[in-house]
Every structure is written in C-alpha cells, then in structure tokens.
C-alpha cells in the first residue's frame, strides 16, 4: 500500500499543478508518469491494466455516439487518406534529412525503419482529441464530428496494420461476429429493463470488456476497436447518449492510467528527449495540411482550422506501432523512448494551441482560401433563424414541450435547435421546425441571420456546462431579448442568473410547459 500511496500523491500533485497554470490536468498525469519512474519507484502492474480499461471504455462511447454515415463523408475519408499518405512522406523525409546532419541515432537506419516511424506518427489522438472536444462541449459540432470521424478511419488503418504485424490472420471464427448484428437487437431489448441506475453503468462496462474487447480479441483482432464495434451497434438505443454520460466520470478516472503509464516504461537521456521534441516541429505542417485539405472540401475556415488545431497532436496508436516493430526487431528500443517523448511533447504542444483556439482562428484565417458560396459545405452555410421569435436550443423532453407550448398557447413562430441527427429526423417528422446544428459552437451565432427579430431565446439543454457556453456565445452576439435556461440545482440557477440569463427555471418544479410560460412571462408575452 506504500506504493500505491506513492503513486496516489504524485499523480494528485501534478495533476494539481498542472490546473494551478491553467493546463489541462492530462499534462500533469504525463509528468507525474516520467517523475515516478525516474528514481525506479516500483511499478504497479495495475497501471497499465486501469490504462487498457480507460481506452477501452473511450472507444466504447465514441461508438455510442458516433454517426456512421460521417465515416463515408468525403471530407473525412478522402481527408483521412491524404493526410495519412502525405504526413508519413513528410515525417519520414524529415528523419531522412535529420540523419543526413549527422544525428546519431538515425545514421546508417533504412528507409523501412524510417518508414514505420513515419507510419507511427501520422495519427492523431483519439484519446487526446475526444477529451479536448468533451472539454469544450464541441463534439457535437460540425468540426468535432469530422474530427472523430478522421480519428475512426485512422484507428480503422492502425488496426489493420497491427493485425497484419501478428503475421497471421485474424481466426476463421472472426465470421462468426456478424452474429453481433442480430444479436445487438436482443440487447436493446435487454436495455430496456435495466432502468437509469447502477444496473445501466455496470450493462455499459460488461459490453465494452466482454463481447467488445475479449470476444474480438478471442478471434484475434484488435480489442479496444472491438468495444467501438458494440458501441456503434448499441448507438441507435434511446438511452445510449445517457449511457455515455453516466460513464464519463469512470471513463475519465481510468484514463488517468493511460496518461500516467506512458512515462512508467521508458528512460529518456538526452539524445532520445532531443529527438523526440524535434518532431514535434512536424505537428504544425500537421495541422497546416488538415486544415487546408477540408478547406477544399467546402468548409468554412473556422471549422478547417479549429479540426486542424485539434488533430494536430502525435497518437497513443503511434506507441503500440513503434512497440509491436521492437517486439519483431524491426526498431531498437530506443526508437520506443523517442516517440514516447514526442507522444508526451506533442500533447503539451496540443494543449497551448487548442486553449488558445477561438483567438488564432482570426489570426490564421488570413492563410486560408476563402471558400465560394456555390462549393460551401451544407453543414457549414448561413443559418437562417427568420421569421422565428422564439428560438429553443434543446430539443430534448423538456425542450421540446417548451418549443410545443410556445407555439400552441402563444401562437409564436419557434425555431428549435439540435445536435443530435437521430432527434433532428424524428422532431421534423412531427412537424417541428429544426435545425441540426450545434448552439454551445461560436461558429452557430457566426453563421446565424435574421437573430434581429428574435424575442425569446430558450436554452434547455441537458448539460449545465453546454447552457453556459450558450449563454456566453449569446452574450457575445449582444442579443437584446429574453433569455431562458434550465437548471438542475440552486447553485446553477445563480450561476445562469449571474451571467446574464432574465429566468433561470429549476427543472425539478415543472416540465417544458413551466419552463415556456416562466419564458413567455418574462418576455411580457399573452398567451
């Protein structure tokens, strides 16, 4: 238990200082990870297990939540491929030219060592990229979903690629998963009866480890990618965002391992930490590329850059590459300390410039193509609110009776606005005026028209923090009417009413119908 107290202190520490200096608490995991390997504390085998199971779990809920008609998008597939094919070149150009000046390590390396390093980082973070979009509320937004898109086909390849390094293929009985389909139905089914407590969360972990990540590694593919496989054939259940949510916390607490165990099994000298900071030089040609590639494919700059400054960081996937080619002496070992290094560097890299996204955007826009009104993306044009009065950002049960009252007892034109495409196609099938996008995004209020001759703005979205993001985009765009919010608690509803909301209706007093009259009052509104 000494150890473990050990461990406990220092990750909590550093954890702790990295919040002080206003980094993400991950920067400070990745510290407390080379810190207590440095003076050969002993390793807690358990470290690396939590890290197994936080991935896993991660990917779970990426496929909860994840639309697979974005997969065949052109500009995520067709961006995956470029980016890939180009950033490999690149990166192992760049070691080729690095062993040309005479760094060590590289001299007298072929170009098949180069090659699997250059593989190695071209990709991107799922894990880092997801905690970045969860942080911002953004992973419903246009340029989130396109960056979790890019993330899944580049897992997908990297998947492939350490299948084929196993040297020999997956087991005949891998056929046999396409049962998972029919099976999945029995599964729902089962859901349905498990209720909304302890029951549901411990449904969600025993489908991630057992038929997702044991059953696929059974037959040998990959087991992380097997929980994303059962998260997407879950994702079509009503309750499958709660059930994202409810593991978030457990989700987040694991993953602490994995950032803590990166820097348990290497031991960096010079050389290895030199090298491995200078390829992070590569991430902002990284970036650059992303950016201007789903330029081309028609979306505005703002989405380009800010997908571009998020994928812009070196993948957890890059580590089990370089370990798999020592492990079939294709690398030296020291070829694991560098990209470990860079895996760690390149987060910090990651962190600096996404804190800082929203304000390099007007500074980078400048270098980017503008792109012609008759090639915009559809997800990506002029949003027009008019003639609406009211707008209801929220369209779950309670937003979605509001949006329902405002129109029946008070007559008023209503817009609503949601993220969730599943809820978009069954709203507008009930004659619900809705625009799928998302209203926590400062792209939405950027890309809104006619918000003059709006009254009544209504935010009833189920996260505190995305109806605080929506109440600062709003004040932002200085909109003068009346705004509306949801709250679960007390301490909330003065934290909405301080920062600028005219009602702030405690959800537990009523339903969507309380919350548009408490609106509609506000407004001076008749019914």
């Not at 192992?92 to 190695?120: D, K, N, Y």
């Amino acid at each position: 238990m000494e150890t473990v107290g050990i461990y406990l202190v220092v990750i909590f520490v550093c954890g702790f200082l990295a919040r002080l200096v206003r980094l993400p608490t991950l920067v400070g995991y990745l510290a407390a990870g080379f810190i207590l390997h440095a003076p050969g504390i002993d390793e807690l085998p358990i470290i690396d297990t939590l890290a197994e199971l936080g991935v896993t779990i991660l990917l779970f809920t990426i496929g909860l939540k994840l639309d697979l008609r974005m997969l065949f998008r052109r500009e995520v597939f067709l961006t995956t491929a470029i980016n890939l094919a180009v950033i490999m070149g690149l990166t192992t150009g760049f070691l080729g030219l690095l062993s040309t000046v005479g760094v060590r390590m590289l001299m007298g390396e072929g170009w098949q060592t180069l090659a699997i390093l250059g593989f190695a980082l071209s990709f991107s973070s799922t894990v880092f990229v997801v905690q970045v979009l969860d942080e911002r509320s953004e992973s419903h937004s246009l340029y989130g979903r396109i960056a979790i898109g890019i993330l899944v086909l580049q897992d997908v390849v990297a998947v492939a690629y350490l299948t084929a390094m196993r040297g020999e293929p997956p087991s005949p009985w891998a056929l046999a998963l396409v049962l998972l389909v029919p099976g999945g139905w029995i599964v729902r089914r089962l859901w349905n009866r498990l209720g909304h407590g302890e029951l549901q969360t411990l449904f969600g972990v025993t489908m991630a480890l057992v038929p997702g990540y044991w059953l696929f590694e059974s037959v040998g593919i990959k087991g992380d990618f097997g929980a994303m496989i059962i998260g997407v054939l879950l994702a079509s259940h009503p309750r499958a965002s709660e059930l994202s949510r409810t593991l978030f916390g457990l989700r987040e607490l694991l993953l602490v391992g994995f950032f803590v165990s990166i820097g348990l099994h290497v031991t960096p000298t010079p050389e290895t930490v030199a090298l491995g900071l200078l390829l992070v030089l590569l991430l902002p040609i990284e970036a650059a590329l992303f950016t201007l590639v789903l330029a081309l494919f028609g979306l505005r700059r703002r989405t380009s850059i800010l997908a571009g400054l998020a994928l812009a960081n070196f993948s957890e996937f890059g580590l089990i590459v370089i370990s798999t080619g020592v492990d079939a002496d294709l690398l030296e070992g020291d070829w694991l300390v560098v990209t470990s290094v860079a895996v760690a560097a390149s987060f910090v890299f990651s962190t600096l410039v996404n804190r800082r996204g929203s304000r390099l955007v007007s500074k980078l826009s400048a270098f980017v193509p503008t792109t012609p009104a008759a090639r915009r993306h559809p997800e990506d044009a002029p949003i027009d609110l008019a003639p609406a009065r009211a707008v209801v950002l929220g369209l779950g049960r309670v937003g979605s009776s509001a949006y329902e009252r405002l129109v029946d007892e008070y007559g008023l034109s209503v817009v609503g606005v949601e993220n969730d495409p599943v809820k978009v196609d069954a709203l507008r099938g009930r004659g619900l005026r809705v625009i799928e996008a998302d209203a926590t995004e400062t792209a939405f209020w950027d890309r809104c028209v006619g918000v003059a001759g709006v009254e009544l703005l209504v935010l009833a979205m189920p996260f505190h923090g995305s109806n605080l993001v929506a109440l600062d985009r709003v004040a932002e765009r200085d909109f003068d009417g009346t705004v509306a919010v949801v709250a679960q608690y007390d301490d909330e509803r003065g934290e909405l009413l301080g920062r600028g909301a005219d009602v702030a209706f405690h959800i537990y007093e009523g339903t969507g119908v309380g919350l548009a009259d408490a609106a509609a009052e506000a407004a001076g509104l008749d019914r």
